[in-house]
Structure formats: structure tokens, C-alpha cells
């Protein structure tokens, strides 16, 4: 792996990781125990990868393609899943492994990964932390992602939106629970999905949905902000 080095004290004492390229990021991967924090701050949808055509649940940060409505001076003033804390590092055979080539490596700002005593800095705890959560999480969001699809609660849903300047952008391709199919479930199966802990993020995820009227009224303002 060209430009990927083991994290290690002694090579990485100095390097520092930002979290300017949060800026470039419009769709962040969650997991499972991520659904009720995010849903205070972001739309949650699933939505199928690309390659595999399977389920994976993630959080609307902008509307186009490189564009983060959701930073304020840089930055995510709330919640900042995991997926964007671990940009630029990886878990392989229990090491942490780090792209040099990724942009929260670029330049002298940000926070060091190592304090003076040569022990993890409160950045690289966060990472950490990340790494753990996504390696737990992926296969534990997957279960909950299958019991949806068993009772068939996700469906796909327009997101279209349309602003002063005449302009229009359309989410393609989410998915979301359904509450009408959810509430007609069998009482067996809703108290099985309460037990799981499925039930409580379905609920979070279909209710984080207005927080796409957040993201519009920003791009909106934007929109009428520029000079003409």
C-alpha cells in the first residue's frame, strides 16, 4: 500500500490531522448507535452501494457533490460521526494504519496526534474511538438494516427541492422507514423490534428527515447571498 504507514510514536510524533477536508463532504456513512446523536443535526437515509447493491444508512451533510452545508467556519458545530473522524485511517490486523496522501494530513494546522509525553492526544483517542465503533457497528447495522428489509419498512422517498433563483436539486436514490407500514405491523413484531432497539431508530432516523428544510433554507441563502 503506497503512502500507508503504521501509526507509531516514533515516525509520527509531530503530525498533526484537521478537519478542513469535513468541508468537502456532502453524505457521511453512520452506524446503528450513531442514529439518535446524529438525529439531533443531520437527515439520516439509507441508500445501496453502488458496487454490491446493499443497504447502508448514512447523514445528508450538503446537497451537491463536494459541498458541506453543515460546517460552520470549517467545521461541524455538532454531532461529527465517526466516518469523517477516522478520514485518512484504517484498521488492518488490529494496527492503525494512516494514508499519508489524505488531505487531514496536509499542512501544519490542525491537532497533533501525539502530546509531548509521546501518548495518544485527545485527536487520535477520538480516531480510536471511531475506528472501534465503525468495526463493531458496520456488522451490528447490517442486522438492524435486515430486519427493516424483513418487514419490509424501507421505501424509497423524493427528496425534491426547488428555490428562489428558479434552480431545483433532486436526492436521488434514499430510502426511509415507513411509518404507515411500521404502525400496521402485528403487535409480535413490533414488540420484537422494540427488544432489538430497532424500533427507537426507526424512529429517529424518520424523524431526522427535516433537518433536509435546514439544508435547503442555508443553499437558499446562499443562493440570494452571492453577487449577482
Known sequence: MENWETLNVEQHA??????????????????ADE????????PIFFTKHAETGGFYAG????????????????????????DLERQGFYLVEDRIVINRDHP????????RLFDDAGEPGAALRRVQQALGR???GLPATDAVIQRLLHHKL???????????????????GLYTV???????????????????GDLQLAYAQASSIIHVRRLARRYNDQLTSAPA
Not at 59 to 82: M, Q
Open 178 to 196: 415507513s411509518l404507515d407500514r411500521l404502525h400496521a405491523l402485528p403487535d409480535a413484531a413490533v414488540l420484537d423490534l422494540f427488544r432489538q
Open 35 to 42: 442514529f439518535i446523536a446524529a438525529s439531533h443535526d443531520f
Open 104 to 111: 487531514v494530513f496536509a499542512g501544519s494546522d490542525g491537532e
Open 134 to 136: 465503525l468495526q463493531t
Open 59 to 82: 447523514v445528508v451533510l450538503g446537497l451537491n457533490p463536494g459541498e458541506n452545508l453543515s460546517c460552520v467556519d470549517g467545521r461541524l458545530p455538532g454531532y461529527r460521526p465517526a
Open 14 to 31: 509531530g503530525l498533526r490531522v484537521s478537519q478542513a477536508p469535513d468541508a468537502s463532504r456532502h453524505f457521511a456513512q453512520i452506524v
Open 154 to 172: 424501507l421505501e424509497p422517498i423524493d427528496v425534491n427541492l426547488r428555490f428562489d433563483d428558479g434552480s431545483h436539486i433532486d436526492l436521488d
